[in-house]
């Protein structure tokens, strides 16, 4: 999953201490890094260029709107388990305003992959932590890791086709797949009763949230929102390019261990020979967004 894949050890390792100027005062608000309510209804109707094919139906079984109350419960208790280690960045951080700025010209090209976004409230976040992470829980709540900017030494296009990437992920509703599959090979207790309507609500999101937690994405996923995101990137004005460079950064950092992003996100060999067959395709989608 994109979801912290270890809470526990991303707080320890949180150490990258992101300001000492933070007020003493408690200014912050859980709706801090919120874009904008997705509504994003100024992109007209346009054809998909990647072929996906439709979502998993099987993702049904899962009610969204459970998954986006958990996903938004989830993200709160890491912005506030990160904002105990002054390890969230304030709002004026020149790096968070850089995600902000890539997700703007982004957020206008996702809702035609799921009419659900219409009801998102987009929110970035920037975590201090040595981790190469990044990821976006189902809804539209995301965050960046310093670790993955500062090591990668990512240009703007490159974390656009990751943050495009982490959103096709939530587009494409991948963690509800995920969790729906689960369910039907082992029935888990908290997610029976999640579909069964049992137990009380709190219980209910909290269980889920634990889920998310330990899902994993399948290489199928994979492909699906580097394609995805390509073309949400390309749309936005970012070079598509730079999404085989990325994937070539990615994993000639693998070997100095493990990015958390590639053991949450694993990568087929085949990959950057996925993207760079798709890149005449999204081509022309991104010298009219460099025109307009
Ligand atoms: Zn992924």
């Not at 951080?93 to 998102?120: C, S, Y």
């Not at 598509?240 to 990015?259: C, D, Q, R, T």
Request: proline share 4%.
């Amino acid at each position: 999953m994109c979801f912290l894949c270890d809470l526990k050890t991303s707080s320890e390792s949180a150490s990258a201490q992101l300001t000492s100027t933070a007020p003493t005062e408690n200014r912050w608000h859980p709706r801090r890094g919120f874009l904008l309510a997705a509504g994003a209804a100024a992109a007209a109707p346009v054809l998909a260029q990647v072929d996906v094919g439709s979502a998993s139906s099987v993702r049904t079984l899962v009610p969204a709107e459970q998954m986006e109350a958990s996903a938004k419960q989830q993200y709160s208790q890491v912005l506030t388990e990160a904002k105990s280690k002054n390890a969230l960045a304030p709002n004026d951080h020149p790096q968070l305003k850089r995600l902000h700025g890539i997700a703007r010209r982004l957020i206008p090209f996702t809702a035609q992959w799921n009419p659900r976004v219409a009801e998102w409230r987009w929110e970035v976040n920037l975590i201090g932590s040595k981790q190469l992470n990044a990821w976006c829980m189902p809804g539209g709540k995301i965050a960046f890791y310093t670790g993955i900017l500062d090591q990668l030494q990512l240009t703007d296009d490159e974390i656009a086709m990751i943050m495009g990437h982490e959103m096709a992920h939530a587009l494409r509703e991948h963690a509800r797949e995920r969790l729906a599959k689960s369910k039907v090979t082992s029935i888990g207790l908290s997610v029976a009763s999640t579909l069964l309507g049992l137990g009380q609500l709190g219980d209910v999101a909290a269980n889920l949230g634990t889920q998310l937690l330990t899902l994993k994405y399948s290489r199928d996923d994979e492909t699906e929102a580097d394609l995805v995101g390509l073309e949400i990137a390309a749309r936005g004005g970012f070079w598509p390019e730079a999404s085989v460079n990325l994937w070539k950064k990615m994993l000639g950092a693998n070997g100095n261990g493990s990015p958390s992003f590639l053991s949450t996100h694993p990568s087929g060999s085949n990959r950057i020979q996925e993207l760079q067959a798709n890149l005449p395709k999204v081509q022309h989608l991104y010298e009219q967004a460099k025109q307009g």
